[in-house]
């Protein structure tokens, strides 16, 4: 059967394939068609967006409220130059940092959070609401979070722990030693017990026990975790333990630290185990908010403090928050080394399938298993810690801050090499935010200096197209900005690697009472209305802001994916490496 359709018949013995091609080039053509309508409509858009950016392209600043002391007519002022200029906004940053090096102290304005300071606040939010701009707010004064409030049971925690050694059988009522810290401040978990070896092998110490057991950070932007994952060559019959053999005397330990346990007959090693406050403190805070930090590990804690400090400020800001206060942000971890939370034995449980009681004489020093086993179990260790983080502090800081119409856009992924993982943290930010570095005598070099592609990375991972930083910072001589030879140079580097919104660091509100130049906070590379280039600053900004609008168009695609591993600190480094 053939078929007659116009001119053309079609069916069996008939060479169709120059009117399939005729058909194809026809459709083909519709597609160009439409594409080219569709690429000329984006044009038009992009060639517009280059034109005037969007409020979202636009330089933001860390909009520094120096030790507090700023006024609603500097406020005024400031918000009216960023608007004068094409800024998009500021996000405020209550803090000190004025007599670092030396330099002389400024006045103390109200407290962080007090109701005069929430006035000055929402004065920031109506004159940001007048002028079309956006606001963010760090969630304290300084940074780490926490403050005077925090009291040690909601503050970061350490393990600790103190040993007796025994000897059965007998009956047993003795007071254990408890473990070095603060008395005040000591909570019991597990009290553990194991039989000694009638004789034990010499054998070496696992190696960085404390590092790989969370006690301490690596250190300001070190990023190789090689050491964490080294350990000696093991030998026969090192091991002090079965995890099978340790008991757990919990429950024969009273509140006051008497053990009564009916001894088995040998030597046995009693291991009393709790936490205590690590003793971590706010930074570079303004006023009286110096204090603890919060316990980076317990949801309730974060949630704690959100109704104590920023729901009061939310009640303020009425209507505003959501419209004009767009985002929340902590600043990078400085807070050391955490590893343990009252609810951590069930987060272990939970997410790594296992009781970790009979693992925690490696914490200790001892080898359970084997040496291979006790460096895994601490790999989960500090695994579980970096899950925490992510999820039950920044998860829920996320959360709350979505009730009220706002994104976070914490430094949730170092540079310093913490117990985290930078990319899971990251991944719970509506903008994943970094920052990155003028050259300096506190950060010379470029692999001390740039930081962006993590949060790049994280950005295309979690289909995020903001990939903002903290730019521009330094800490030596004030008032010696080069422009050109230095700033823009860092910043090309950074958008290279992914970077498509500048938060400066730092604009400080100075009020005129302070003079010329006025005050400034000791870091950073000075930017509000009193630089000398004040009236030759929106070339600049119109240079970033065309440079971001083109930059947030992009889809990316890679040609290559790099896996860095799951081990616990992972912090990815630059983009050269």
């Given at each position: 059967?053939?078929?007659?359709?116009?001119?053309?018949?079609?069916?069996?013995?008939?060479?169709?394939?120059?009117?399939?091609?005729?058909?194809?080039?026809?459709?083909?053509?519709?597609?160009?068609?439409?594409?080219?309508?569709?690429?000329?409509?984006?044009?038009?858009?992009?060639?517009?967006?280059?034109?005037?950016?969007?409020?979202?392209?636009?330089?933001?600043?860390?909009?520094?409220?120096?030790?507090?002391?700023?006024?609603?007519?500097?406020?005024?002022?400031?918000?009216?130059?960023?608007?004068?200029?094409?800024?998009?906004?500021?996000?405020?940053?209550?803090?000190?940092?004025?007599?670092?090096?030396?330099?002389?102290?400024?006045?103390?304005?109200?407290?962080?959070?007090?109701?005069?300071?929430?006035?000055?606040?929402?004065?920031?939010?109506?004159?940001?609401?007048?002028?079309?701009?956006?606001?963010?707010?760090?969630?304290?004064?300084?940074?780490?979070?926490?403050?005077?409030?925090?009291?040690?049971?909601?503050?970061?925690?350490?393990?600790?722990?103190?040993?007796?050694?025994?000897?059965?059988?007998?009956?047993?009522?003795?007071?254990?030693?408890?473990?070095?810290?603060?008395?005040?401040?000591?909570?019991?978990?597990?009290?553990?017990?194991?039989?000694?070896?009638?004789?034990?092998?010499?054998?070496?110490?696992?190696?960085?026990?404390?590092?790989?057991?969370?006690?301490?950070?690596?250190?300001?932007?070190?990023?190789?975790?090689?050491?964490?994952?080294?350990?000696?060559?093991?030998?026969?019959?090192?091991?002090?333990?079965?995890?099978?053999?340790?008991?757990?005397?919990?429950?024969?330990?009273?509140?006051?630290?008497?053990?009564?346990?009916?001894?088995?007959?040998?030597?046995?090693?009693?291991?009393?185990?709790?936490?205590?406050?690590?003793?971590?403190?706010?930074?570079?805070?303004?006023?009286?908010?110096?204090?603890?930090?919060?316990?980076?590990?317990?949801?309730?804690?974060?949630?704690?403090?959100?109704g104590q400090v920023i729901d009061p400020i939310i009640a303020d800001a009425g209507p505003l928050c959501g419209k004009v206060w767009k985002l929340v942000q902590t600043d990078s971890w400085e807070l050391g080394g955490v590893n343990w939370t009252p609810k951590f034995p069930e987060e272990f449980r939970k997410r790594r399938g296992y009781d970790i009681r009979p693992w925690l004489p490696v914490i200790a020093g001892r080898?359970?298993?084997?040496?291979?086993?006790?460096?895994?179990?601490?790999?989960?260790?500090?695994?579980?810690?970096?899950?925490?983080?992510?999820?039950?502090?920044?998860?829920?800081?996320?959360?709350?801050?979505?009730?009220?119409?706002?994104?976070?856009?914490?430094?949730?992924?170092?540079?310093?090499?913490?117990?985290?993982?930078?990319?899971?943290?990251?991944?719970?930010?509506?903008?994943?935010?970094?920052?990155?570095?003028?050259?300096?005598?506190?950060?010379?070099?470029?692999?001390?200096?740039?930081?962006?592609?993590?949060?790049?990375?994280?950005?295309?991972?979690?289909?995020?197209?903001?990939?903002?930083?903290?730019?521009?910072?330094?800490?030596?001589?004030?008032?010696?900005?080069?422009?050109?030879?230095?700033?823009?140079?860092?910043?090309?580097?950074?958008?290279?690697?992914?970077?498509?919104?500048?938060?400066?660091?730092?604009?400080?509100?100075?009020?005129?009472?302070?003079?010329?130049?006025?005050?400034?906070?000791?870091?950073?590379?000075?930017?509000?209305?009193?630089?000398?280039?004040?009236?030759?600053?929106?070339?600049?900004?119109?240079?970033?802001?065309?440079?971001?609008?083109?930059?947030?168009?992009?889809?990316?695609?890679?040609?290559?994916?790099?896996?860095?591993?799951?081990?616990?600190?992972?912090?990815?480094?630059?983009?050269?490496?």
């Open positions: 059967m053939k078929l007659k359709i116009g001119n053309s018949v079609w069916g069996p013995g008939v060479d169709h394939s120059r009117r399939v091609c005729a058909i194809y080039s026809f459709f083909a053509g519709v597609g160009v068609f439409l594409l080219l309508a569709a690429g000329a409509q984006a044009a038009g858009q992009l060639e517009e967006g280059w034109r005037n950016p969007p409020t979202q392209a636009r330089l933001r600043a860390y909009w520094w409220w120096l030790n507090g002391n700023v006024t609603r007519e500097a406020i005024t002022r400031d918000l009216e130059w960023m608007k004068q200029i094409g800024m998009g906004g500021g996000l405020v940053f209550d803090a000190g940092g004025a007599t670092q090096g030396g330099h002389a102290s400024v006045p103390a304005g109200p407290l962080f959070g007090s109701p005069a300071w929430r006035g000055l606040f929402v004065h920031a939010l109506r004159e940001a609401d007048r002028l079309g701009l956006e606001i963010g707010l760090n969630l304290q004064s300084g940074w780490n979070l926490g403050g005077p409030m925090v009291t040690p049971d909601k503050a970061t925690k350490h393990v600790t722990h103190a040993q007796l050694k025994v000897q059965g059988p007998t009956n047993l009522v003795v007071v254990l030693p408890r473990p070095a810290g603060n008395a005040k401040s000591y909570r019991d978990t597990f009290t553990l017990a194991y039989r000694q070896k009638a004789v034990s092998p010499p054998r070496k110490p696992i190696r960085n026990l404390i590092e790989k057991s969370a006690f301490h950070e690596l250190g300001g932007s070190a990023a190789d975790c090689t050491p964490l994952l080294q350990d000696e060559p093991p030998t026969p019959g090192e091991e002090d333990v079965l995890a099978g053999d340790v008991l757990d005397l919990t429950d024969k330990l009273d509140k006051d630290g008497t053990l009564r346990w009916s001894v088995p007959e040998g030597v046995w090693m009693v291991l009393r185990f709790g936490y205590n406050c690590s003793g971590a403190h706010v930074s570079t805070s303004s006023g009286g908010w110096n204090g603890l930090v919060v316990d980076y590990l317990d949801a309730d804690v974060m949630r704690w403090y959100w080898i359970v298993e084997s040496r291979d086993a006790s460096n895994r179990f601490l790999a989960d260790f500090r695994r579980t810690i970096a899950d925490c983080v992510a999820d039950n502090h920044y998860g829920t800081m996320a959360a709350l801050a979505r009730e009220h119409g706002m994104g976070i856009q914490p430094e949730s992924a170092g540079p310093h090499t913490a117990p985290l993982d930078g990319l899971q943290c990251y991944g719970r930010s509506e903008w994943p935010m970094s920052e990155f570095w003028v050259p300096s005598p506190h950060r010379p070099t470029d692999d001390r200096r740039f930081f962006v592609k993590q949060a790049a990375s994280a950005a295309h991972i979690y289909g995020k197209s903001v990939v903002c930083a903290e730019g521009f910072t330094s800490i030596g001589p004030h008032w010696n900005d080069v422009l050109w030879s230095s700033q823009k140079p860092s910043f090309d580097h950074e958008a290279c690697a992914g970077l498509n919104l500048v938060f400066w660091h730092a604009f400080t509100c100075s009020p005129k009472e302070m003079g010329l130049p006025g005050q400034e906070y000791f870091a950073g590379t000075h930017f509000n209305p009193q630089i000398t280039w004040a009236n030759q600053a929106h070339a600049f900004v119109g240079y970033l802001n065309r440079c971001q609008f083109m930059l947030q168009q992009g889809k990316f695609v890679a040609d290559v994916l790099y896996y860095y591993g799951n081990h616990v600190p992972n912090i990815a480094r630059r983009k050269e490496d």
